[in-house]
């Protein structure tokens, strides 16, 4: 086994196997940071090694970490800021219908950044849902039928693919052959075949399905699990430090949860590529501080700010250190809170760290990879197989429309089944998130204690 030889730096020990003359660069950043607000600063270590597992030379290259600032961010509106003129949700532009005109002032879908975006709708609300179930939605739904995520997603390649081979196999049968001796395919053996396809689509929808309600409820349990923290940190911490401390948490755990999930902290206008701005990194981070800013916005707890700052930064877990502050709070809170009351907090806290685990789970382990290659193979071979099979029943003149009919029917199904397939990408995580801020500021500013045999409600919210 290789020999390990130790380094001391200010911050850290720092261990590298023994080697020959390899130069090993590694990373250190301060744990002062964050808790003494002191160093800016990280450390960029380069260790030489020789041969016989002897230091040649060690580099240290002082690296400055990201400050609130460095980047401004573009899209992320403070929800003080926030109104009917400016909002952080940017709509797609078409209304829904109100009766039997086309007309209607409820948006509830969210711009998509190009074609190839996936439909993502806001949650919905009782006007949404009977606009939803107007029986006028199957004319609405024609009407928009080139504007919709999966015609627009299939138009280029796959539909494109199947009208080229149809316009081909026309022209050569009539202008070529006449008209006689066709080239085509039995369609009703080619019925079979699109029987077990259109099953082998629907099993795809069906299992994406799943992921997306799973990761629905996961959302509901953090929902449900932050009320809770929210109302027994008003009941039980009696310090105001470690409530109001216990509070903010409560708001950037969902927040951090978001940006641990979704690479652009649901930003989806935002692109990676921009001439002329920052690197994309530094722009989802300085959008990452400016939200986490909302939540410190009164001068307190800044090195909670930090912390978190860092952890992101450093491509960390932050939902995991959001979750180690909490536990800090309520050790900390021993002799002030009672043992009982502390382990129902810890409670809700295992159930947070259960949801944001199962997240993970989703978000990192698709469907079997064989499956989705498979599956998207037979569908090519199935859609680009269509023309000939349509061509001896449909004709010359029928054989392009049925055969993009039939196309984009199954295609859609399939297509659908992929954006379905990473949920963090289509739920609107960001109104989960605000309205989670939303109840814990609810929370602390009506929580009143009522005591028994006394007239007055004596406010515990300070």
Not at 6 to 16: F, M, P, V
Not at 196 to 215: D, H, P, Q, T
Not at 291 to 316: A, H, M, P, S
Request: with cysteine.
């Amino acid at each position: 086994m290789n020999s390990i030889a130790r380094l001391q730096s200010s911050s850290s020990t720092l261990a590298l196997r023994k080697s020959n003359n390899v130069s090993v660069t590694l990373g250190t950043a301060s744990r002062t940071l964050a808790r003494k607000g002191k160093k800016k600063n990280a450390s960029l270590v380069t260790v030489t090694v020789g041969g016989g597992g002897s230091v040649r030379s060690i580099s240290t290259t002082p690296v400055t970490l990201f400050q609130e600032g460095d980047v401004k961010p573009e899209h992320y509106v403070p929800k003080k800021e926030r109104g009917l003129s400016k909002n952080v949700f940017v709509l797609d532009g078409q209304v829904a219908p109100d009766g039997p005109t086309f007309g209607g002032k409820d948006m509830v879908r969210l711009a998509r950044n190009d074609r190839m975006s996936p439909t993502r709708e806001l949650n919905f609300t009782p006007e949404t849902w009977g606009i939803h179930k107007s029986p006028f939605r199957k004319w609405r739904h024609m009407v928009n039928i080139f504007k919709s995520s999966p015609f627009q997603r299939l138009a280029n390649p796959d539909l494109l693919g199947v009208a080229a081979i149809s316009v081909t196999l026309t022209l050569y049968n009539e202008v070529f052959l006449g008209g006689v001796d066709i080239i085509g395919m039995n369609a009703s053996g080619f019925g079979g075949a699109t029987t077990a396809i259109g099953l082998l689509a629907g099993f795809k929808l069906n299992a994406s399905y799943g992921r997306y309600e799973e990761c629905r409820i996961f959302w509901g349990d953090i929902n449900n699990t932050i009320r809770d923290m929210g109302r027994q940190t008003m009941m039980w911490m009696e310090d105001s430090d470690q409530r109001n401390r216990m509070l903010k948490l409560c708001q950037a755990f969902p927040l951090t949860h978001m940006w641990h999930v979704h690479a652009k902290g649901c930003h989806h206008t935002m692109k990676r590529n921009e001439p002329g701005k920052p690197k994309f990194e530094d722009r989802i981070h300085a959008e990452f501080l400016a939200e986490l800013r909302d939540i410190y916005n009164d001068g307190k707890f800044e090195e909670d700010f930090q912390r978190l700052n860092k952890v992101k930064y450093g491509g960390g877990n932050t939902p995991l250190e959001v979750l180690t502050m909490m536990g800090e709070t309520v050790a900390g809170s021993k002799g002030t809170v009672d043992p009982i009351y502390a382990r129902e907090i810890d409670e809700q806290m295992q159930r947070l760290c259960a949801a944001y685990g199962a997240s993970e789970r989703v978000l990192r382990t698709p469907l079997p990879t064989g499956y989705s290659r498979h599956s998207s193979r037979l569908l090519w071979i199935w859609s680009h197989c269509l023309p000939l099979a349509l061509y001896p029943v449909c004709g010359p003149f029928g054989t392009l429309p049925a055969a993009l009919l039939g196309a984009w029917a199954v295609l859609g199904i399939e297509d659908l089944g992929v954006q379905l397939e990473e949920p963090f990408d289509v739920l609107p995580m960001r109104q989960y998130s605000d309205g989670m801020y939303d109840a814990m500021n609810q929370i602390k500013n009506g929580y009143q204690v009522y005591e028994i045999g006394k007239d007055a409600r004596v406010t515990s919210s300070s």
